[in-house]
T-cell receptor, first 111, second 109 residues
């Protein structure tokens, strides 16, 4: 395992509130990713990072922002949560060989 | 862009062999991955194919044909614990990964 933790593991929040999800890794992997997983859609990439302070958008980045100030931490922020952002969020890390290692996931419910 | 297609669900019997197909369209090709995901858990890496042909790893094998945009995952001697979703994925430009919708496999006794 890549030693990936996510916090919180579960969260319920109200529409319009800001939410930050944290991903922490202990393997010093260069790449980090945030995905969301919804029934019928599979895993969809939100944002990814290829180094400290280097990030790029994925397929479904609208409404999300990310930050990576340290190699080990990758934060996902929902500035103003909406019900359409109710989902399971997975963080992953990766190396130059493209293989990815996934965290345990965060279940977010926006009411 | 990338597009990946997989069957939604499959059912097989314990001890049997099952083949899960994946077709893809991608503007560039850097290999194809298969992941296993049990219900309520994170995906875990199964295989990576970058060249044409069959890669065997124990009871699991993965095949790739780049000219046909086609891959399959072959599971032999099925066990109940193989009941899971199987995801194929391709890295697009840079690290922009695209995952297929996943195939939910049910193994029956």
């Amino acid at each position: 395992d890549a030693g990936i933790t996510q916090s919180p593991r579960h969260k319920v929040t109200e529409t319009g509130t800001p939410v930050t999800l944290r991903c922490h890794q202990t393997e010093n992997h260069r790449y980090m990713y945030w995905y969301r997983q919804d029934p019928g859609h599979g895993l969809r990439l939100i944002h990814y990072s290829y180094g400290v302070k280097d990030t790029d958008k994925g397929e479904v980045s609208d409404g999300y922002s990310v930050s990576r100030s340290k190699t080990e931490d990758f934060l996902l922020t929902l500035e103003s949560a909406t019900s359409s952002q109710t989902s399971v969020y997975f963080c992953a890390t990766g190396t130059d060989s493209y293989e990815q290692y996934f965290g345990p996931g965060t279940r977010l419910t926006v009411t | 862009g990338q597009n990946i297609d997989q069957p939604t669900e499959m059912t097989a019997t314990e001890g049997a062999i099952v083949q899960i197909n994946c077709t893809y369209q991608t503007s560039g090709f850097n290999g194809l991955f298969w992941y296993q995901q049990h219900a309520g858990e994170a995906p875990t890496f199964l295989s990576y194919n970058v060249l044409d042909g069959l890669e065997e790893k124990g009871r699991f094998s993965s095949f790739l044909s780049r000219s046909k945009g086609y891959s399959y995952l072959l599971l032999k001697e099925l066990q109940m614990k193989d009941s899971a979703s199987y995801l194929c994925a391709v890295p697009g430009g840079g690290q922009n990964f695209v995952f297929g919708p996943g195939t939910r496999l049910s193994v029956l006794p």
